[in-house]
């Protein structure tokens, strides 16, 4: 099956810091990319949608300014959580759509910020 | 109402039963269904697509029923290692729009 790798798959950071989480599609051009949080026992929640080439869709209540997502290639997405600070500490899960629709997901991304 | 729903459990059922459960969906013009499966602080991965005329892979059965809008997951001789947590997908027909239920937790006990 397709391949969607994500790194880091876990990173500690100081409060007040930026973390860079990257998502790539190893063997397939994804022009959509979901980007996820998931809060222990929670199930996912939508973050933003990223589009290549274009600005990404983010859900009602996630600031765009914190969590910055810039979708360049059609095998890249980044998330970028700006001055994190410990209550965003969470999973963070990206997920690529290939031409039939289905979603594969990276491994996940565990951060937390002390 | 929200777009896919699924009931959260959890279903706990003793290890070799048949357990089933639904996701309903709302939109109508949906083309795609899936289920996904997620263990424990891992990433979900797809278990199985659903197809109009059903499908069935070993010990699981996913069907769709377009007139009533939903999806059903059947799992037979349930094993311990079914523990978790199964999530329906459904697509509006694009890449932007892949909706995920919010999962339903299964727990088999011995």
């Known amino acids: 099956g397709a391949v969607v790798s994500q790194h880091p798959s876990w990173v500690i950071c100081k409060s007040g810091t930026s973390v860079k989480i990257e998502c790539r599609s190893l063997?397939?051009?994804?022009?959509?990319m979901f980007w996820y949080r998931q809060f222990p026992k929670q199930s996912l929640m939508l973050m933003a949608t990223s589009n290549e080439g274009s600005k990404a869709t983010y859900e009602q209540g996630v600031e765009k300014d914190k969590f910055l997502i810039n979708h360049a290639s059609l095998t890249l997405s980044t998330l970028t959580v700006t001055s994190a600070h410990p209550e965003d500490s969470s999973f963070y899960i990206c997920?690529?759509?290939?031409?039939?629709?289905?979603?594969?997901f990276g491994q996940g991304t565990r951060l937390t910020v002390v | 109402r929200k777009e896919v729903e699924q009931d959260p459990g959890p279903f706990n059922v003793p290890e070799g039963a048949t357990v089933a459960f639904n996701c309903t969906y709302s939109?109508?013009?949906?083309?795609?269904f899936f289920w996904y499966r997620q263990d424990c602080r891992k990433e979900p991965k797809l278990l199985m697509s659903?197809?109009?005329s059903g499908n069935e892979d070993g010990r699981f059965t996913a069907q769709l029923n377009r007139a009533s809008q939903y999806i059903s997951l059947l799992i037979r001789d349930s094993k311990l290692s079914d523990s978790a947590t199964y999530l329906c997908v459904v697509n509006g027909g694009s890449a932007s729009k892949i909706i995920f239920g919010s999962g339903t937790r299964l727990s088999i006990r011995p």
């Open positions: 659903v197809y109009s």
């Open positions: 997920s690529a759509v290939d031409r039939g629709f289905k979603a594969f």
């Open positions: 939109n109508s013009a949906s083309q795609s």
């Open positions: 063997d397939f051009q994804a022009t959509t």
